[in-house]
């Protein structure tokens, strides 16, 4: 297993897509190629085409990928772009969407998206190329921008109090290191509350913000479900409610046929079901798997099977 990125639920993963001979499948979040490298092995003749906005992940997954040769096409890029990526008439048997951050961008503190990487810049970009980092939204925000950012996308309850204190701190000086924030998050944080991971849910918030996470998810899963073709599966991880509500809301919407009122005699809506979905709770990792790996403890697995053409 690549040392760069511990894929959760591999094995889930895989039987969820179903993999099937000749078949072609999407790895949207492809980042050390774990899944990738399963799809490809699983089936010799399944051919698949898989993205990252993540330099780092590209090296590593041209690398990993090698050994399959001629049976895939790694483009760095967002995966909300798949439109600019897939050829118009490729049609998919099944897609992977990763949405967590990597296990190397956690561990590798220059990239500033760990909790305890204390001199680490503010920085959080999946994508170096972009010009927003977080230390921008940190010291350039309103405070009543950060409130709704924390609010909204950490589900912070002393948002408030954070982003009022963030706004005297710099200030003061700017807040330039994930040390500084971490530092700054727990002392807004009433005594009784605070824990060792108790900024967690800030870090996310801004991480969210400066990657653009949750802008168009939904609009990208619905075009690639439209993609697929008949039997092909939606496989998605995710790694906060927010993800998981946006994943849960388009499955069960695409699993839903007639919408008229029961007091209509016919439908005249006309709408059609083109969903199965397989998961009627979300598949969590086994314990073992968490307690090899515990960033896996968050993981919702979702899966659903495409039923029209």
Do not use: W
Request: include cysteine.
């Amino acid at each position: 297993m690549s040392e760069y990125h511990q894929p959760i639920m591999l094995g889930e993963v895989i039987e969820g897509l179903n993999v099937r001979p000749n078949g072609l499948y999407f790895d949207g979040t492809c980042g050390g190629a774990g899944h990738s490298s399963a799809i490809l092995g699983r089936e010799p003749t399944a051919k698949l085409v898989a993205t990252d906005k993540d330099g780092d992940a590209i090296e590593e997954a041209t690398r990993r990928l090698s050994p399959f040769e001629g049976r895939y096409r790694l483009v760095r890029t967002d995966f909300k772009n798949f439109e600019e990526v897939l050829a118009p008439e490729e049609t998919l048997d099944g897609f992977l969407l990763d949405l967590g951050v990597s296990s190397h961008q956690l561990d590798d503190f220059e990239r500033g998206f760990a909790l305890r990487g204390s001199d680490a810049p503010l920085d959080m970009r999946m994508d170096r190329r972009s010009a927003l980092t977080a230390y921008d939204v940190v010291n350039g925000y309103t405070e009543e921008d950060l409130r709704r950012i924390l609010k909204t996308y950490g589900e912070e309850p002393f948002a408030g109090t954070i982003a009022r204190n963030i706004g005297r701190e710099r200030k003061v000086r700017p807040i330039s290191t994930c040390g500084q924030l971490r530092e700054l998050v727990e002392k807004s944080i009433p005594p009784k509350f605070r824990s060792a991971a108790c900024a967690r849910q800030t870090f996310q918030a801004i991480r969210i913000e400066v990657n653009g996470e949750l802008d168009g998810l939904e609009t990208c899963i619905r075009g690639l479900i439209a993609r697929l073709k008949r039997g092909g599966r939606a496989v998605i991880l995710s790694f906060h409610s927010l993800e998981d509500r946006i994943v849960k809301t388009v499955f069960r919407d695409l699993s839903t046929a007639c919408v008229c009122p029961k007091s209509f005699p016919i439908c005249v809506c006309g709408r059609e079901k083109k969903l199965e979905i397989l998961t009627k709770k979300p598949i969590t990792a086994s314990e073992q798997e968490q307690n090899i790996n515990p960033r896996a403890k968050s993981a919702k697995l979702r899966i659903a099977e495409k039923i029209t053409e």
